[in-house]
């Protein structure tokens, strides 16, 4: 399936979602190359400011996964979608977005924003060589919240990838990065 057709895709479950739910439909202009490289450094600086574990997270990890906005909104149906940078060694290597789909009782909007730590190896190799990284399938992610961010050490870092979730804003009744579909886009 071509990287339009899954775009066009995403943004309809979106744009159903928030129109059955009453609400606008989100913007859906493309952020260019370089305004989203700055969203994702801003984002992550922002993020080792407010959270704690996140910078020394950031100094160990493989690659870095930062998605600076994503957009989910859901009536009965539901849906998310957002794009992100990858760095490896502080450097640009591909662009990705994140899907998700679900249905169930859900109501409302928000955006939020999250970094996935890549820690090894294993988990850039199979972001790289799958086409399409599902959390939840594939190298263990642990979402971060604020007790675990305090309390990682390097001494503590046993799984594949950790996650963290920012800035969220809106009202929806949970939020959930698992079943999240993360696939490498063209720029």
């Known amino acids: 399936m071509s990287t339009t057709r899954r775009r066009f895709q995403a943004l309809m479950i ?3 979602a928030a129109l059955a739910s009453g ?3 989100p913007v859906a202009n493309a952020a260019s190359s370089e305004e989203l490289n700055q969203q994702a450094t801003l984002a992550l600086q922002n ?3 407010t959270r704690p574990g996140a910078e020394a997270l950031g100094k160990q990890a493989k690659a870095i996964l930062v998605f600076p906005k994503i957009i989910k909104a859901g009536l009965v149906f539901g849906g998310s979608y957002g794009e992100g940078v990858l760095y490896e060694s ?3 290597e591909g662009y990705y977005n994140s899907v998700s789909a679900s ?3 859900q109501a409302g909007a928000e955006s939020y924003g999250y970094v996935v730590f890549l820690m090894n190896q294993k988990a850039v190799k199979y972001l790289d060589k799958s086409k399409g990284w599902e959390i939840g ?4 992610v642990v979402v971060v919240d604020e007790g675990v961010g305090r309390n990682l050490s390097t001494s503590t870092l ?4 950790y996650a963290f979730i920012f800035d969220q804003q809106g009202l ?5 990065i698992e079943g999240t579909k993360i696939t490498r886009i063209k720029r």
């Open 47 to 49: 993020l080792y400011k």
């Open 90 to 92: 502080n450097h640009v």
């Open 172 to 176: 929806m009744a949970s939020l959930s």
């Open 23 to 25: 609400l606008a439909a």
């Open 103 to 105: 249905w169930g009782w």
């Open 158 to 161: 046993k799984n594949d990838a």
């Open 137 to 140: 399938v594939g190298p263990s």
């Open 14 to 16: 979106i744009g159903a």
